[in-house]
């Protein structure tokens, strides 16, 4: 049986606007989503998404088995169209393909506009998973969100964290991990880095807050978001029909696409208030962030891809999830906050047995507006050869890696909206 998430069955009067204002109530988030209801379930009802933008949400709960348990598995890959870890988990019974929900990970391109690496592994990953299930590859695309960040700069090494999702009829002792994921309608060009983005990103949130059982949102650790750039074709596309887009520039878009998204996760969370936003702050206004949002943008998607974990006393996962800040690119000390934030405990270091129970490491990479770190000048912001998110992940990387002992990170560059100017969100999901 899977669960499925229609538009077309949102709110479209005020009599169900009301019930979905109850309904959001009861879950505790309180005004944010009373105020975003009216607007964003409206316009989020406006079109209704193709099948691809379905999403399946695993084994469903029931009376049975209430409770959410999350399994997470990392994966090397030899290349980008490497699935032979994955496929041999799944062969030896260790992870069950049809629980399979999502896969966030880094490839090997170069990160930009062209960065093609990404929907090769995408399809990679479908055509395998296909198979394994006896199903088309169309039906993995409504049943799994892939994620995939490319530049593997320095030590950064292309991995997948997989994540699978089921129910369990007893829960932890413990808060432990959960997740909602939710797959948006097409972002049209001219909506790229927009209030329309943000907004329809914020009632993607709301709707991941729901069905990862979390009523607190101080409870939320990350949310990961994919959405589109500007592509060529888009942009051609934005000029047929007279629409006017944010820039013309592909890799340019880059920024305003995943500020957009940053600012979607805050609104939802409550980190910003809708007044203070416009089309125009974007990118400007940068004391206006989230501190959980991880977004980046790519060609080879088309609407807004929304991954939200937290820890729920709900759930029965054997793992747990905690943030931090990495003030700078080379904050050591805010890797190890993070790892402490999500359950470990050690001296100074994890010793190698400590490394073990870290599972996988999520962050952005960023340069500093200044220009310098801790008083010393960089030239990441410019370098006119390598490009200042390539030099940022690769410093980043290196520094995790050293305490972690696992150069299997996700680093992303780009951190408009996340965190304060220079600094950079991070996360650790770790074996409680």
Known sequence: MICMIDFSMTPKNNSDQDIARRSFLATGL?????????????????TKPAASQMHAA????????????????????????????????????????????????????NGGANDFTRGFATLSYQLMLAQKLSVTPEEITKRVVFVWSGGTEGVLSPHATVFTRSASATRAATARLAMGIKMTRDIAPEEVGTMVQVRVVAAAVLECLQEAGITDTKQVHYVQVKGPLLTPASIADADRRGKRLITRDPNGSKPFARGAMALGVALALGEVNEKDLSDEIITRRLDLFSSVALTSAGGEVKNCEVLLFGNSVNASSDF??????????????????????????????????????????????????????????????????INYERHSRAAVGAVIASITLDPAIFVSGGTEHQCAPGAAPIVAIVRA
């Open 30 to 46: 309180g005004a944010t989503a009373v105020a975003m209801i009216g607007q964003t379930v409206a316009e989020a009802a406006n």
């Open 58 to 109: 695993g084994s469903p709960l029931n009376k049975e088995n209430p409770f959410m348990k999350i399994g997470v598995h990392k994966v090397s890959m030899a290349a980008p169209n490497d699935v032979s870890e994955l496929a041999k988990l799944i062969d030896a019974g260790q992870v069950n393909a049809a629980e399979i929900v999502a896969l966030i990970g880094k490839t090997e391109g």
């Open 320 to 385: 747990q999830v905690g943030h931090g800040v990495l003030q700078n690119a080379i904050d050591a000390d805010g890797v190890r906050a993070t790892l402490r934030n999500a359950g470990m405990v050690f001296d100074c270091n994890p010793s190698q047995e400590q490394t073990r129970q870290i599972i996988s490491v999520f962050a952005k990479g960023e340069a500093s507006p200044s220009g310098e770190i801790y008083g010393r000048r960089n030239t990441m912001l410019s370098d006119a050869d």
